[in-house]
């Protein structure tokens, strides 16, 4: 669907280096190492894409995709690194509350959990962040083929659980596994058909 029409077109670091709000844009947030790269790269069905916002000097940048005319794919940087440091972090936090505030266009967050984890303290602060913004967020379970499918239950209870309060989520979550290709075709759907 997005293949062959999805381009990286820039890093930001401040709100006045955004491109215009002119379309229907989409966001994925997610611990680093959840499987956003991986998930961003199945989805588009282009290798490497979303590679560039890995390496370590741009971690702290938001990277804007262009899903044909019509949409923008938006790669937040992964929190929850171990070691950031305390400004890093901020800086950072600053940045995410005033583009989850700020950007009209924006229909949809994706917040990404790895599915051996389910939701931790850090992706609730996130949740919070996204509850106060009043941005529709969806959850996105990463890394499905690495739980059997009998503990898939207990990670959707968790997942639901918490966002019974929150007021901002959307209830549909979507399990995926960029590995085996599970949920992508749903993912996508989802993606074209907001407006
Ligand atoms: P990011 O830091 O969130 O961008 O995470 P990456 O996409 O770089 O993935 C982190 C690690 O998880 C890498 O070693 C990936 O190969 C692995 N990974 C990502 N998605 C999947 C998946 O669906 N299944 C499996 N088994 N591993 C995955």
């Known amino acids: 669907l997005f293949a062959g029409q999805t381009e990286f077109l820039k890093g930001v670091v401040a709100m006045a280096g955004m491109p215009p709000a002119d379309r229907v844009e989409v966001c994925f947030a997610g611990r680093s190492n959840v499987g956003k790269s991986s998930l961003i790269n199945a989805l ?41 440091p305390l400004p890093v972090v901020e800086k950072w936090q ?36 996204l509850d106060s913004s009043a941005v529709t ?30 007021p901002a989520a959307f209830p549909e979550i979507v399990v995926t596994s960029s590995e085996k290709g599970d949920g992508i075709a749903t993912l996508r759907s989802i993606i074209a058909t907001l407006e």
């Open 44 to 84: 588009t069905g282009r290798k490497g894409l979303a590679r560039a916002s890995n390496t370590p000097g741009r971690t702290q940048e938001i990277n804007f995709f262009t899903l044909g005319v019509e949409r923008y794919l938006v790669d937040l940087p992964g929190y929850g690194y171990a070691n950031a």
């Open 94 to 129: 600053r940045l995410l509350r005033q583009y989850l505030s700020g950007r009209q266009t924006l229909r949809r967050a994706f917040v990404l959990i790895d599915a051996r984890h389910g939701i931790k303290k850090v992706d609730q602060e996130i949740l919070a962040l």
């Open 137 to 166: 967020f969806q959850v996105v379970i990463t890394k499905a083929d690495k739980i059997k499918e009998k503990d898939r239950s207990r990670v959707l209870d968790q997942v639901r659980g918490v966002l019974a309060n929150h």
